[in-house]
DNA sequence: GATACTAGTTTCCAAATGTATACCGATATA
DNA sequence: TATATCGGTATACATTTGGAAACTAGTATC
């Protein structure tokens, strides 16, 4: 077992912080992981596919707001990074099934930090002024 | 000590998963959290700073292609947010001083998860396909 | 023959976001 | 007097994003 490795704080590292440095680099994985959780839409279709497979109609119905257009757009990002899958049956008319692949279940840790921070935040911040 | 309330997968909680239900509004905290970090320059900017205190035009100097306008709107919503505080002596000219919150710290863990599970999803696909 | 269902695509448009550039007042330096 | 410094702001523009609506093919139903 390898130690994780720490990107920020460690100023025997990163003293001076130069511009284009190892530094900015490190930070390329987050800007990914932040990349692919972001959007108005991408949170509520992942969590729609945690509950189990959907088709395209039935996931448009459960998001009230979501447009066709988008709703493509994203599970073709969610297929590209391996997060969904998307099964074609030859039924008539056709039926295209989406699941979360075993590897898009592991943001689910992710999204679970992401929740701890961010209603910490909310009782803080939004509660008391913003908004 | 409470347990942490898991927001997804959780069938006996949100078994349908209703449109408008008690699921997507789980959902929020982790947008809010999303948002403060989301943009080509909040995390360069919140790493500049986790090496100490830093003044407007050093930030600008620091990272390239960052604009005074981008720079000003970025380290207002950090303050918004109580990450960063902005501190002005009446030197001459002027001199301010940005630096993080202890709060503002608090997004290391996060960020730390973020950047486990982007390095790995970097491997995975980026390295072998993507771009 | 008109309509509805499937899973999307296409086109047009509005709003949000980001960039480039010039500029501000006050002061110090050459 | 001309220039540079500080911490920004103002303006104009380009790019990106997202939404509304209509449309596609193939078949089944009314």
Redesign the pocket.
């Known amino acids: 077992m390898e130690t994780q490795e720490s990107i920020i704080h460690d100023k025997r590292k990163c003293p001076t912080h130069l511009s284009a440095g190892e530094c900015t680099k490190a930070l390329l994985p987050v800007q990914d992981a932040l990349d692919i959780l972001h ?3 991408k949170l509520q279709i992942i969590l729609s596919l945690t509950f189990g497979k959907k ?4 996931i448009l119905r459960e998001i009230p ?6 709703l ?2 994203e ?2 990002e969610l297929e590209i990074n391996e997060l969904a899958l ?1 099964n074609v049956f030859d039924t ?5 099934e ?1 699941e979360l692949t075993a590897y898009g279940k592991t943001l689910q840790p992710l999204i679970q930090e992401l929740h701890k921070w961010g209603a910490k935040h909310r009782k803080k911040i939004i509660g008391r002024s913003k908004k």
């Open positions: 959007g108005k839409w088709r395209f109609k039935q707001g979501l447009t066709p257009k988008m493509s757009k599970l073709k998307r008539l008319p056709v039926t295209v989406y």
